[in-house]
């Protein structure tokens, strides 16, 4: 996952080049979607069904990259969520603002009584 929204883009550009104070979030969630968020965060999120964004945690950053810490497991779906597509990076659990997003390697079709699950370092954050 790569890809920065238009928020998180202007907020470092003029933090960088205005000094424009920019406070980065305390903790950051990952969101599901069934369709491409775009870099303006238009995307289909998952919704209903026990689905919640889940608090995510990354190690230090080395080379322009960075990985997740830990498990992320998504709650046991109570309802379809459809075919998982991609993913996105929030700063709050509701609503907020997306800061990155990306595609999945591989779609995943959640149904009742599925739990979508990323395993430790499944999740990568790559600037070039």
Known sequence: MSKMSDYLENK??????KNTAY????KVYLALFTSDPTDAGTGTEVAGGAYARQEIAFGAANTGTSSTTADIAFPIATANWGTVTHVGIYDATTAGNLLLHGALNTARTINVDNQLVFLTGELTVVFD
Not at 12 to 17: K, P, T, Y
Not at 23 to 26: G, I, N, V
Request: hydrophobic content about 40%; overall charge negative; aromatic content about 0%.
């Open 12 to 17: 470092l550009l003029d933090h960088v080049l």
């Open 23 to 26: 406070t980065p979030p305390e």
